[in-house]
């Protein structure tokens, strides 16, 4: 991880490396679905101190990772396969395995542990917005964004889908990645951290031992869609419908020094959502990246159209939010 790790996301750190995680989970800070806050903020925010969750960030990044957890470095079109292969696959195994445990232990429990029959209720929720949330992923988002890849690949412009944009239609899968984490939360407070009573029987034991696997695989499903799939799908596509000729283009290379960075935040500040500019410069500008982070943090994309050695080439635009 890289020495601004301060600076970025609680979301950011983990699409980096998915171990840092396990760093968020023992101090309860969210990294899916709240994973856009800052991560001091994130530690402010849950009265934990920021220097130790630095220092135990440290100790994973220098610890040896699975490289095929980088899941920040794959096709966009193999992390939807994934997703659906992998988390679709469990999700849709375990809905109708934990309706049935926590209604059984609704029933058998319920008068001496009511919180049991919440917890069923919240499930039966929970379950059917799942079931309508992964058919739209599957038959609507994930097939545009594999169109978009392959689209790129062919040097040619898909057709515009009929919900609108992978940005409308991302808002909506983000609002239910809210509404299934503030169920799974609930559960889990009612639950104790799905930690079963003395008394529980063999079915009691299984269903909380179930509803936590199925949280933790939950918030690594959500995170890989709002922190990686989603974000890049969007700038996959607002790329792919701005072409270059229709993008303004400053050369550094031109301008005297002292002018060029007031020049690139004036050009920046002047741009509408989704808009973007082009920079050209004879050597890698990450100086003026960090400054952007600095001034302009979660306002700003950057990306990298061509790497020296002679020339730098960089889409800077204006994000969504």
């Known amino acids: ?69 980088r899941y920040d470095q794959w096709e966009l079109d193999f992390l939807a396969d994934y997703i659906v292969n992998q988390h679709h696959a469990y999700t849709k195994s375990m809905i109708p395995r934990l309706k049935e445990f926590a209604a059984t232990v609704a029933d058998v429990h319920g008068d001496s542990h009511p919180e049991t029959r919440t917890v069923a209720r919240l499930w039966d929720e929970l379950s059917g917005e799942f079931i309508m949330h992964m058919q739209k992923e599957e038959l609507m988002l994930f097939p545009y964004i594999k169109r978009l890849v392959r689209s790129k690949a062919d040097g040619d412009l898909p057709a515009k889908p009929r919900f609108g944009s992978a940005h409308e239609l991302i808002q909506d899968m983000e609002a239910d990645h809210e509404s299934a984490g503030d169920h799974l939360a609930q559960i889990e407070a009612l639950s104790e951290g799905f930690t079963p009573p003395q008394d529980a029987c063999n079915t009691y034991q299984a269903l909380y031992a179930y509803l936590a696997e199925f949280d933790a695989s939950t918030k690594k499903h959500v995170h890989l869609e709002n922190n990686i799939l989603f974000p890049k799908a969007v700038q996959l596509e607002t790329h792919m419908r701005k072409p270059d000729v229709e993008t303004k283009t400053i050369d550094v290379r031109t301008i005297p020094p002292p002018q060029r960075h007031p020049l690139i935040f004036q050009t920046f500040d002047a741009l509408e959502p989704e808009q973007s500019f082009l920079l050209l410069n004879d050597h890698d500008p990450k100086p003026l990246y960090y400054q952007f982070r600095f001034e302009r943090e979660n306002q700003f994309t950057w990306e990298y159209l061509e790497e020296g050695p002679a020339v730098w080439r960089v889409r800077i635009g204006r994000s969504l939010s």
């Open 1 to 69: 991880m890289e020495v601004q790790i301060d600076k970025k996301t609680v979301g950011e750190i983990v699409a980096a490396d998915y171990r840092a995680a396990g760093v968020f989970e023992k101090h309860g800070i969210d990294f899916c679905c709240g994973g856009q806050i800052p991560l001091r903020a994130a530690c402010a925010e849950k009265g934990v101190d920021a220097e130790e969750v630095l220092q135990e960030l440290g100790q994973v990044a220098q610890s040896a990772g699975d490289p095929s957890e």
